[in-house]
T-cell receptor, first 114, second 117 residues
Framework: KQEVTQIPAALSVPEGENLVLNCSFTDSAIYNLQWFRQDPGKGLTSLLLIQSSQREQTSGRLNASLDKSSGRSTLYIAASQPGDSATYLCAVSGYGGATNKLIFGTGTLLAVQP | DGGITQSPKYLFRKEGQNVTLSCEQNLNHDAMYWYRQDPGQGLRLIYYSQIVNDFQKGDIAEGYSVSREKKESFPLTVTSAQKNPTAFYLC????????????????FGNGTRLTVT
């Protein structure tokens, strides 16, 4: 059974710092890995999707990497800003024959201090 | 603007009553999903639908029911059989038809917070 873990559960950094969020999964048979952002009381916003054949994806100050063999992904945020404060969730797809069914981690709560 | 609309934002019900949560999308997506989010837990899949008039149980379907009569709409009913219905419910959609279905990001609504007392 696929399990997704995110460490740390919470992180506080000063503005301007570069940071890395971690995601690990137990079954390497995935189609893709997705990173989402969730603001308090809101839905999820898709940030990056890495296909199983890819090693990384970039969008602005965000860079996500994927190492399927070790079951790990990282989300790198450069030059963090207070507006980056949110919960970041990763999710993997491809289990149970339904390629769009996602298994989510419990998230990392990020606070960027001005 | 294209998106997913969930209503209402907050919902309060007495124990033993059924309640229906609305989810509408105008993204022309084929697939729609219902997730439940509880504090300290990841999102868990309740039901999903890949095409009109078809839907499948997710990991925690007991006590819930859905319908998919229109492509744009995927309502979720929380029945009195659901033992712990108080939670944050999220609806999502994605492209399903090949060849994009394996790598189509999910789009989420803003959720409905259901409180049952």
């Amino acid at each position: 059974k696929q399990e997704v873990t995110q460490i740390p559960a919470a992180l506080s950094v000063p503005e301007g710092e570069n940071l890395v969020l971690n995601c690990s999964f137990t079954d390497s048979a995935i189609y893709n890995l997705q990173w989402f952002r969730q603001d308090p009381g809101k839905g999820l916003t898709s940030l990056l999707l890495i296909q199983s054949s890819q090693r990384e994806q970039t969008s602005g100050r965000l860079n996500a990497s994927l190492d399927k063999s070790s079951g790990r992904s990282t989300l790198y945020i450069a030059a963090s800003q207070p507006g980056d404060s949110a919960t970041y969730l990763c999710a993997v797809s491809g289990y149970g024959g339904a390629t769009n069914k996602l298994i989510f981690g419990t998230g990392t709560l990020l606070a960027v201090q001005p | 603007d294209g998106g997913i609309t969930q209503s209402p934002k907050y919902l309060f019900r007495k124990e033993g009553q059924n309640v229906t949560l609305s989810c509408e999308q105008n993204l022309n997506h084929d697939a729609m999903y219902w997730y439940r989010q509880d504090p300290g837990q990841g999102l868990r899949l309740i039901y999903y639908s890949q095409i009109v008039n078809d839907f499948q149980k997710g990991d925690i379907a007991e006590g819930y029911s859905v319908s998919r009569e229109k492509k744009e709409s995927f309502p979720l009913t929380v029945t009195s059989a659901q033992k712990n219905p108080t939670a944050f419910y999220l609806c999502a959609s994605s492209i399903y038809m090949a060849p994009d279905r394996r790598n189509s990001p999910l789009h989420f609504g803003n959720g409905t917070r259901l409180t049952v007392t």
